[in-house]
């Protein structure tokens, strides 16, 4: 393609395009028309010099032109109390549920390997020691030593908070960090898992796993089932990048990475119900049995939601994106 001659040949659209779009809404309904045609070349125009002479001055002006007019095509339109209830009850449990095929083999695999782990630390004394001096372990596991103090060594309110920031930074990593082809998303969650399986060998050898599983468990069925959940969508975009199926890497990357961002937001306020839990039930008088017993209850209020809700948004077809009309367009419409 003669870069020139195509220029010449279409610049008199794009500059009656850009004299519309700067009288806004004193168009008639004729030039609305003519400016959502004119919006429709140009995105074809920009894309043909896009693909077969990529000059950087005529694609940034065509670029900030097709924005300008996509913008006041579809309109500005502001969140509202509906776009929320329509994630929480729709996009949210239907993105945790389409991601389900990666975050329980995520959860069943953490798990053996923590209980691996801590059966390891707790049967070899030679491990123990490599962790720790004698005197700093038998401070941490002995009855009222720091595994115990720490749930309750700061006000419950600050201490919740401080919970929720910190697992909340995790999940984000796990999300974040899949675009990375998986690695750092299995290194977050290694991490952690260690931590759980180091806490369960050395309180097993000291005879206290009863009091660490009771001490763990309200709080982190749900918190560890949204950082597995985290680090399978961080696996599943990781992998989007390797395989993107029947869409372009580009298409695909973005579909996911909109429902990943989705999940944050979505995770973090699960992990908010988490940091409470531990800030306000962990530490509390309550018996074990009950303390687990919210735990229990709070895990499966979480699945019932993701299988109920979130199950019959998928089959209705929703996928976890944001609506049709917030997304650009992924490919430009000829006119």
């Known amino acids: 393609m003669d870069l020139d001659v195509f220029v010449t040949a279409h610049r008199a659209e794009w500059e009656r395009l850009d004299h519309l779009l700067r ?9 609305a028309d003519e400016l959502v045609a004119l919006y429709q070349r140009t995105a074809t125009h920009l894309s043909l010099i896009q693909s077969t002479a990529p000059d950087p001055v005529i694609t940034t002006r065509l670029t900030q032109l097709v924005a300008r007019a996509r913008a006041t095509v579809t309109g500005a339109r502001r969140a509202t109390w509906r776009d929320a209830v329509r994630f929480l009850t729709v996009g949210f449990p239907a993105a945790v ?3 389900r095929r990666w975050w329980i083999p995520t959860a069943l695999l953490s798990t053996l390997l ?7 630390v707790g049967a070899h004394p030679e491990i123990q ?19 115990e103090t720490y749930y309750s060594s700061h006000p419950a309110a600050s201490f919740a908070a401080q919970v929720w920031t910190n697992n909340a930074q ?17 290194w977050v969650l290694f991490l952690n898992v260690l931590n759980l399986g180091v806490g369960i060998g050395l309180m097993s050898s000291a005879g206290r ?22 680090a399978g969508t961080g696996l599943r975009l990781g992998w989007t990048l390797i395989d993107p199926g029947p869409y372009s890497r580009r298409t695909a990357m973005a579909q996911q990475g909109r429902a990943a961002l989705g999940m944050a937001i979505g995770l973090a306020l699960v992990l908010f119900v988490s940091g409470l839990i531990e800030g306000f039930v962990t530490p509390s008088g309550l018996p074990t049995w009950a303390r687990i017993a919210i735990g229990i209850a ?7 939601y993701v299988y109920v809700l979130g199950g019959r948004a998928a089959r209705a077809g929703e996928a976890g994106d944001v609506e049709a009309a917030d997304r650009s367009a992924e490919l430009p419409t000829a006119a």
């Open 97 to 99: 549920y389409l991601s």
């Open 129 to 147: 020691s490599a962790i720790g001096a004698p005197d700093e372990l038998r401070q941490m596991t002995r009855p009222g030593g720091e595994y």
């Open 170 to 186: 995790a999940a984000a990593m796990c999300l974040v960090l899949g675009a990375f082809l998986c690695l750092p998303v299995i």
């Open 114 to 120: 923590a209980a691996v782990i801590g059966w390891w």
């Open 23 to 31: 009288r806004g809404r004193r168009l008639s309904g004729a030039e």
């Open 298 to 304: 709070a895990e499966l209020l979480f699945l019932v």
């Open 209 to 230: 796993l009863d009091t660490f599983l009771g001490l763990i468990l309200p709080h982190g069925l749900l918190e560890l089932t949204a950082v597995f959940v985290a």
